[in-house]
């Protein structure tokens, strides 16, 4: 069974960092492509950033330039550190392995203005 544990959220300033961790069990997250997606306070989720088995990634436009995918195989946790951060970017966040429908329960971001 796929668990994905999500934390690192939190209320932070506009221009802050987070980074933000996606514990992975009964899936090895090394030979998975894996993605980042977060929703929005009345908005339908929407994809974030993709990290595939290769290490290429890709963003949305949203993010490119301010958020990074990364992953560690010790752990089976995949990352994305969240840079010069915008009120926008406010919403729960959720990892997600490619090709798969499992979802973890999220992590809030919040930032002010």
């Known amino acids: 069974q796929v668990r994905l544990a999500e934390s690192g959220g939190g209320l932070v300033q506009t221009g802050g960092s987070l980074r933000l961790s996606c514990a992975a069990s009964g899936i090895i997250v090394r030979s998975n492509g894996m993605a980042w997606y977060r929703q929005a306070p009345g908005k339908q989720r929407e994809w974030v950033a993709t990290i595939t088995i290769g290490g290429s990634t890709n963003y949305a436009d949203s993010v490119k330039g301010r958020f990074t995918i990364s992953r560690d195989y010790a752990k089976n946790t995949v990352y994305l550190q969240c840079d010069r951060l915008k009120p926008d970017d406010t919403a729960v966040y959720y990892c997600?392995?490619?090709?798969?429908?499992?979802w973890g329960t999220g992590t809030q971001v919040t930032v002010s203005s």
């Open positions: 997600k392995p490619i090709g798969y429908n499992d």
